[in-house]
């Protein structure tokens, strides 16, 4: 079993599909990282430095924002990553996309 | 692989996946009579007992009546009894009408004029009787997976279920549209982050706004609470499983729609699904009440992606379980239809897991128990808004 996956080429995380002990060196194309710290399995594990107020991109998509300077190989969860959605707290307007259309379908009759 | 499956054609042109008796109480105060009664035929007997049906606000109460109806109504239900008190705001007869205009048998027993618990349920069961034995010489014939309206749900999500469950649900839902039929998704809240995908495929303006509205509205209503969702979405137990926001949930999540399924459609909780297609339906993220509306919804089965493992089943559908989870297939056995972890650890492909779903969906439709069934979880539960007047 691969120890992480990468979803997409564009993300920035790595997901771990077993738990990973810090020094351990992972490996995906190109990229080469050194596990900084213990990854819980099914956690997310930096590939590269992120800075704080950057989206953390997962499935290609971004999944929240930085709160903290993150480096290659520590682990991204709560206590360094922001949800942008839901945020009552917050208490702004959210903006969302427009939507584009796709080919109508048939009608159930 | 067959494009058929076993099942029942109604009358009013839909076709149904099981053949319940269903005995619905109109009021919480009628559902141990209700209970009672579907219990004493039990090869075919379906109570929904619930928590409302009186002291409800005009929305509620629509709501109530509604999904109640659309129940009476379903193809997976042969007949109905419903069980009235006789004082409450559900109309018995709204609901007998409901199953009538559907071309069901139904019957009216009313506790305060039939004399009592005692007499009500001796009555009603007498008629549950002659009921079921007619919906036992019931025959299964072949009918198009084009009738078929698949639910495609997760709960108690882990990084397995975006990984692997979802992915493999999504493919089964592509291959059902691309067949004719159709699937809904519901839980608007785990569509949060990840609706630009699901905009992108709508058939019309309108429909793209429509999902965008409702999901506006979940977040307009944490606003007006002044809170963060999170603690609620993602849920603790996601958290622990490595999901850190409800845009990493929701990506996850809207997978199992399938990937170029077309959003045909958005329509309210329970509402009738009239629209091949992908439907999104507007239901709260809460595993049960989620359920509840897309069966009421007209859908006759239901997949259930699970990275923890739950229970969740349903008094008419059958609800299949899938996990992405080598340990929780192992702990949670029980409770499980179908393993696809080997997608993670590549003992199997996602092409491969789908092929198993795709037929296991096929064999339960044509009356294959689930482990839902089997274990009798039978959950239902009506959304609410608003407080108990």
């Given at each position: 079993?691969?120890?992480?996956?990468?979803?997409?080429?564009?993300?920035?995380?790595?997901?771990?599909?077993?738990?990973?002990?810090?020094?351990?060196?992972?490996?995906?194309?190109?990229?080469?990282?050194?596990?900084?710290?213990?990854?819980?399995?099914?956690?997310?594990?930096?590939l590269?430095?992120?800075?704080?107020g950057?989206?953390?991109?997962?499935?290609?998509?971004a999944?929240?924002?930085?709160?903290?300077?993150?480096s290659?190989?520590?682990?991204?969860?709560t206590?360094?990553?922001?949800s942008?959605?839901?945020?009552?707290?917050?208490?702004?307007?959210?903006?969302?996309?427009?939507?584009?259309?796709?080919?109508?379908?048939?009608?159930?009759? | 692989?067959?494009?058929?499956?076993?099942?029942?054609?109604?009358?009013?042109?839909?076709v149904?996946?099981?053949?319940?008796?269903?005995?619905?109480?109109?009021?919480i105060?009628s559902?141990?009579?209700?209970?009672?009664?579907a219990?004493?035929?039990?090869?075919?007997?379906?109570?929904?007992?619930?928590?409302?049906?009186?002291?409800?606000?005009?929305?509620?109460?629509?709501?109530?009546?509604?999904?109640?109806?659309?129940?009476?109504?379903?193809?997976?239900?042969?007949?109905?009894?419903?069980?009235?008190?006789?004082?409450?705001?559900?109309?018995?007869?709204?609901?007998?009408?409901?199953?009538?205009?559907?071309?069901?048998?139904?019957?009216?027993?009313?506790?305060?004029?039939?004399?009592?618990?005692?007499r009500?349920?001796?009555?009603?069961?007498?008629?549950?009787?002659?009921?079921?034995?007619?919906?036992?010489r019931?025959?299964r014939?072949p009918?198009?997976?084009?009738?078929?309206?698949?639910?495609v749900?997760?709960?108690?999500?882990d990084?397995?279920?975006?990984?692997?469950?979802?992915?493999?649900?999504?493919?089964?839902?592509?291959?059902?549209?691309?067949?004719?039929?159709?699937?809904?998704?519901g839980?608007?809240?785990?569509?949060?982050?990840?609706e630009?995908?699901?905009?992108?495929?709508?058939?019309?303006?309108?429909?793209?706004?429509?999902?965008?509205?409702?999901?506006?509205?979940?977040?307009?209503?944490?606003?007006?609470?002044?809170?963060?969702?999170?603690?609620?979405?993602?849920?603790?137990?996601?958290?622990?499983?490595?999901?850190?926001?409800?845009?990493?949930?929701?990506l996850?999540?809207?997978h199992?729609?399938?990937?170029?399924?077309?959003?045909?459609?958005?329509?309210?909780?329970?509402?009738?699904?009239?629209r091949?297609?992908?439907?999104?339906?507007?239901?709260?993220?809460?595993?049960?009440?989620s359920?509840?509306?897309?069966?009421?919804?007209?859908?006759?089965?239901?997949?259930?992606?699970?990275?923890?493992?739950?229970?969740?089943?349903?008094?008419?559908?059958?609800?299949?379980?899938?996990?992405?989870?080598?340990?929780?297939?192992?702990?949670?056995?029980d409770?499980?239809d179908?393993?696809?972890?080997?997608?993670?650890?590549?003992?199997e492909?996602?092409?491969?897991?789908?092929?198993?779903?795709?037929?296991?969906?096929?064999?339960?439709?044509?009356?294959?128990?689930?482990?839902?069934?089997?274990?009798?979880?039978?959950?239902?539960?009506?959304?609410?808004?608003?407080?108990t007047i």
């Open positions: 079993m691969k120890p992480a996956i990468v979803i997409s080429a564009r993300d920035n995380v790595a997901t771990a599909l077993d738990a990973l002990e810090p020094g351990r060196v992972l490996e995906f194309g190109a990229v080469s990282i050194t596990v900084g710290e213990p990854i819980p399995r099914g956690h997310k594990v930096a590269r430095a992120i800075h704080a950057e989206a953390i991109l997962k499935y290609g998509s999944i929240g924002t930085a709160t903290a300077e993150i290659a190989g520590s682990h991204v969860h206590h360094n990553v922001a942008d959605r839901g945020r009552g707290d917050r208490g702004e307007a959210e903006g969302v996309p427009a939507p584009r259309l796709a080919e109508p379908p048939e009608e159930r009759t | 692989m067959s494009a058929q499956f076993a099942g029942y054609a109604r009358p009013d042109g839909r149904g996946v099981r053949n319940h008796l269903l005995v619905v109480p109109t009021v105060c559902s141990i009579v209700a209970e009672r009664v219990a004493a035929v039990p090869a075919v007997g379906a109570a929904l007992p619930h928590l409302a049906g009186c002291g409800q606000l005009g929305p509620d109460m629509r709501l109530t009546h509604e999904t109640l109806a659309a129940y009476c109504a379903h193809p997976n239900v042969g007949a109905v009894i419903v069980i009235a008190l006789g004082c409450e705001q559900v109309v018995a007869q709204m609901l007998a009408d409901s199953a009538r205009r559907a071309g069901k048998p139904v019957e009216i027993v009313a506790i305060q004029s039939e004399g009592g618990t005692v009500s349920t001796a009555r009603a069961t007498e008629i549950a009787r002659r009921m079921a034995a007619d919906l036992e019931t025959a014939v009918c198009e997976l084009s009738s078929l309206i698949l639910s749900k997760c709960g108690g999500s990084y397995t279920s975006g990984l692997a469950a979802n992915p493999a649900l999504g493919r089964v839902a592509d291959r059902l549209v691309d067949l004719g039929g159709t699937a809904v998704l839980e608007v809240a785990e569509i949060m982050g990840a630009h995908l699901l905009a992108a495929r709508a058939t019309s303006p309108e429909t793209g706004a429509k999902l965008i509205q409702i999901i506006s509205r979940v977040e307009a209503e944490a606003r007006a609470l002044g809170l963060d969702i999170r603690g609620t979405q993602p849920s603790p137990g996601n958290i622990r499983g490595g999901l850190t926001t409800i845009e990493e949930k929701s996850g999540a809207t199992k729609g399938g990937e170029h399924t077309p959003l045909s459609d958005v329509v309210p909780y329970a509402g009738r699904i009239t091949r297609g992908l439907t999104v339906m507007d239901t709260p993220g809460l595993d049960v009440e359920v509840t509306g897309m069966v009421g919804g007209g859908a006759q089965v239901v997949v259930f992606t699970t990275g923890l493992g739950t229970p969740t089943g349903n008094p008419i559908a059958p609800v299949i379980k899938i996990t992405g989870n080598a340990r929780t297939a192992v702990s949670m056995a409770n499980l179908l393993d696809v972890s080997g997608i993670l650890d590549d003992r492909s996602l092409d491969a897991a789908a092929d198993r779903l795709f037929a296991e969906v096929i064999e339960v439709c044509s009356g294959k128990p689930t482990a839902a069934e089997r274990l009798g979880h039978d959950e239902f539960a009506i959304h609410r808004r608003n407080p």
